[in-house]
């Protein structure tokens, strides 16, 4: 009896041999799910074109993905964490493949924010099982360097979805930008069977569906609120949205702090360390993904790059994370993941202030070392503030804390974009306005290139036709004197094509430094209270590891 005994004591101890492997797996299909949003900045405009999609259409092609990811990945993980996180990662990689195959078939602004929504759900089961297989993979005592890996292919994502996309608009239409997902999925299902050991929970309850559901709600509502408010203005449905997401944030808290086995336990939130690497997650977020969306339309509509030029011109920032990244794992053993975080906030909101020197004359070169610095920060800050996330949850909660973790991220990049995004689009507007102030143009010539970049350069552009259009006139006319009034008004449209699109651009580059002014401001604040709240060096880990570190990472 007792050398049966021993065999499965000695498996229980021996880490996972192809478990490096495995991390691979894991990081492709992390890549796929955050490119899927950073790739469609640059196919947004081709999009646009061919489908005569609205702003508000666009803003729900962008944000039908995020509300999906961001409201079911607690219920998921939960799911995962009890049935299989293999599972739910195979699941998940076929979903996103399906989603993908319908918006490459897509011809209506209805089918592709449907598409991108059931990519979302997809992507909703693969995040928390990514990092709940990776934590339940590796021992301990590899698992800081695992999310390292983990992490900086979340930052290289945020930089290689421009650059792909980019690559494939060159040749092929928008719907490639979908269609280069399923191969990807394909092979990321066919490897996880191979190489990602099976994993559940080895003690796991009943599922608290209700306190899941609760979850969805509340935080469907809040992205909802975030992604309306700001961008159509607080109408009955953005309110309505924001009760929604107040109500049933207070009712979740209640009965998780009433229920036997809670989808989260809630009380870890009164824990200082756990509370400020999700409030560093978050704030990083927010100001990564609004600097993001802004920094490619200055890239793009300002100095003029194409989809692929803008994605090659984002490699700093993908290279300085792998900087970044390096450092945090030498670092954050020596002096502590207090000082590493802290260090990658001050050096986001140092990026930030840097770009707040954006100006009409500015280039390219100018916007090389703020992406540097913003990369090396994501980098450094990241990795050490999932690790503490994901310590503070037991082997039974590896899938919930994977999805508290990936639920910050979304709720940051989501208050990014909204906030920044809203901010940049008034302050782009009132620039403009200033800019034109006597202009001989008809007001609803610039009202229509007040409502964005994108618009105000399409207007200019449509005055310089009409200025081809009538100086043409002027060449063909007989009468001398029509002639001379032709030409003289071809050369005032001329003249007032230029001028708006000199106006469009430095009130785009105006706002953006305005923007990143507010969100260097944010992100600065947020920083001192990270620093205050996270505990120094601590010689234990966390106890609620303690009694589980030991379990069979592959139970059935």
Request: with cysteine.
């Amino acid at each position: 009896m007792r050398l049966v005994m021993t065999e499965p004591v000695e498996k229980m101890e021996r880490p996972y041999a192809r478990r490096w492997w495995a991390l691979l797996v894991l990081c492709l299909s992390l890549l796929i799910i955050v490119m899927a949003n950073t790739a469609l900045t640059v196919a947004a405009p081709d999009m646009t074109e061919d489908l005569g999609l609205s702003s508000a259409d666009l803003q729900w092609v962008i944000d039908g993905y995020t509300v999906p990811y961001a409201a079911l990945m607690l219920l998921f993980g939960a799911i995962g964490d009890k049935y299989s996180r293999r599972g739910a990662l195979l699941l998940g990689l076929g979903v996103f493949g399906g989603g993908a195959v319908l918006g490459y078939l897509a011809d209506s602004a209805a089918t592709v924010i449907a598409a991108r929504a059931v990519m979302g759900t997809g992507a909703a089961m693969i995040m928390p099982a990514t990092l709940s297989l990776l934590a339940a993979t590796f021992p301990r005592g590899e698992r800081a360097k695992a999310i390292t890996v983990w992490t900086a292919t979340s930052g290289v994502a945020i930089a290689a979805g421009p650059l792909v996309a980019g690559a494939l608009l060159e040749h092929h239409a928008w719907t490639s930008t979908f269609l280069i997902n399923v191969p990807i999925a394909a092979v990321a299902v066919v490897a996880a069977l191979v190489l990602v050991p099976p994993s559940k929970a080895a003690k796991h309850g009943r599922i608290d569906y209700v306190g899941g559901l609760l979850s969805v709600v509340w935080i469907g509502a809040l992205v909802y609120m975030t992604i309306e408010g700001p961008h159509f203005g607080w109408h009955a449905r953005a309110l309505v949205a924001a009760g929604v997401a107040a109500v049933g944030l207070v009712l979740f808290v209640l009965w998780e702090l009433r229920h036997p086995r809670p989808v989260v336990d809630v009380r870890r939130f009164t824990d200082r360390g756990f509370a400020a690497s999700n409030l560093a997650v978050a704030l990083f977020f927010l100001a990564v993904f609004g600097a993001f969306y802004y920094l490619t339309q200055h890239l793009q509509f300002v100095l003029g790059y194409g989809a692929l030029e803008t994605g090659l011109r984002m490699l700093p920032l993908a290279g300085a994370v792998f900087v970044g990244s390096a450092l945090t794992g030498f670092l954050t053993p020596r002096v502590g993941m207090k000082w590493t975080v802290t260090a990658g906030m001050v050096g986001g909101t140092a990026a930030l202030a840097l770009l707040t020197r954006i100006d009409a004359g500015s280039s390219y070169g100018d916007l090389v070392a703020p992406l540097m610095v913003l990369g090396l920060a994501i980098g450094l800050a990241l990795s050490p503030a999932t690790d503490a996330i994901m310590g503070a949850f037991p082997e039974s909660e590896l899938g919930v804390g994977g999805a508290v973790n990936d639920t910050s991220i979304e709720l940051g990049g989501s208050l990014g974009i909204a906030i920044l995004g809203s901010l940049l689009a008034t302050s782009y507007s009132d620039h403009l306005s200033d800019a034109t102030a006597g202009s001989r143009l008809p007001a609803s010539t610039l009202d229509a290139a007040r409502d964005s970049v994108g618009a105000g350069y399409t207007v200019a552009q449509g005055i310089g036709e009409k200025a081809q259009q009538v100086a043409a006139q002027a060449a063909g006319a007989t009468d001398p004197q029509q002639a001379a009034q032709l030409k003289a008004q071809a050369g005032q449209l001329a003249s007032g094509a230029r001028q708006l699109a000199d106006a469009v651009g430095s009130s785009f580059s105006d706002a953006v430094a305005h923007t990143s002014l507010i969100g260097a401001i944010v992100l600065g604040v947020g920083t001192v209270l990270v620093a205050v709240l996270l505990p120094g060096r601590k010689s234990a880990e966390p106890a609620s590891r303690d009694a589980e570190e030991k379990e069979l990472v592959g139970t059935r």
